[in-house]
């Protein structure tokens, strides 16, 4: 229900997109959000999109991170810039309909993960 596509290696600096697309119910009106885990690491939140288009971003990837949806589609984006190797990590989308988008539990429905690897 939530497939998310663009993962790869890239160099320090570089740039990568990554895109989750979506049946329709569960993304119709929903809140859109990435995650990403790191070995070792808890799930993390990197940004979220409201219907509405009003945007969260972790104050790790303000800046540099930019999260975006084509309702027409039923897909959401994050583009991300000016990647780090601490970017480096599992990335899932997720989809739901809370009032609060930070935490894991904000959540409904989940994807598969994409990889990304950021290389010093």
């Known amino acids: 229900q939530l497939q998310a596509s663009g993962g790869g290696l890239v160099q320090a600096g570089g740039s990568l997109r990554l895109s989750c697309a979506a049946s329709?119910?569960?993304?119709?009106?929903?809140?859109m959000g990435w995650f990403r885990q790191s070995p070792g690491k808890e799930r993390e939140f990197v940004a979220a999109i409201r219907w509405t288009s009003i945007t969260y971003y972790a104050d790790s990837v303000k800046g540099r991170f930019t999260i975006s949806r084509d309702n027409a589609k039923n897909t959401v984006y994050l583009q991300m810039n000016s990647l780090k190797p601490e970017d480096t990590a599992v990335y899932t989308c997720a989809s739901g309909l809370s009032a609060g988008v930070r935490r894991p539990e904000d959540y409904d429905y989940w994807g598969q993960g994409t990889q990304v690897t950021v290389s010093s």
């Open positions: 329709g119910h569960i993304f119709s009106g929903n809140t």
